[in-house]
């Protein structure tokens, strides 16, 4: 696999939430940048864990990395997710490509204060180079995919533009 792919951990996001959401990202359209939802995200990763600074990998920012290459990634949500897990997957698969020899990743819920342990092991990492190759032919798709069932849909920032013309 290309390491100089151009897929982070934003795409992988994406991509499960929705097909269509990625597709529409990568062409430029980033109704995200109003969301409240996202606002409020980024308050929560920007005011918890502050000691601790990003590791900016290009195309995708890890939150932080500890001793022993243990990812770190926060969640305003309150609702741990596989997305999130494969956000993480693919930010291990990322270090891994530079040499770094990557034990584990942990996801920080700090709304519950939870946390869930991502493991890191050949399977993992076989899912995380799936997820990649997913991404990349929903990116290079031709036309959008389909929408997916509006009950999926309610707090996407994206919802305006696959259902505003109903």
């Not at 606002?39 to 290009?58: C, F, K, N, P, W």
């Not at 990634?73 to 997710?81: A, G, W």
């Amino acid at each position: 696999m290309n390491t100089d792919d151009g897929i982070g951990g934003v795409h992988i996001k994406y991509l499960l939430h929705c097909p269509r959401q990625l597709w529409l990202y990568m062409r430029g359209y980033r109704p995200e940048q109003r969301s409240d939802i996202v606002a409020y995200g980024q308050a929560v990763d920007e005011s918890t864990y502050t000691r601790h600074r990003d590791i900016d990998l290009g195309q995708a920012k890890i939150d932080w990395v500890t001793t022993g290459a243990i990812v770190h990634e926060t969640k305003s949500s309150r609702v741990p997710s596989e997305q999130h897990e494969a956000q993480v997957r693919h930010y291990c698969l990322l270090l891994e490509r530079r040499g770094v020899t990557v034990r584990h990743g942990v996801i920080h819920y700090p709304l519950i204060r939870r946390t869930v342990t991502v493991t890191w092991d050949d399977h993992a990492r076989a899912l995380a180079e799936e997820t990649e190759r997913q991404a990349l032919t929903v990116i290079n798709m031709p036309e959008s995919p389909a929408r997916r069932e509006r009950s999926h849909c309610r707090s996407c920032s994206y919802n305006d533009y696959c259902w505003g013309e109903l």
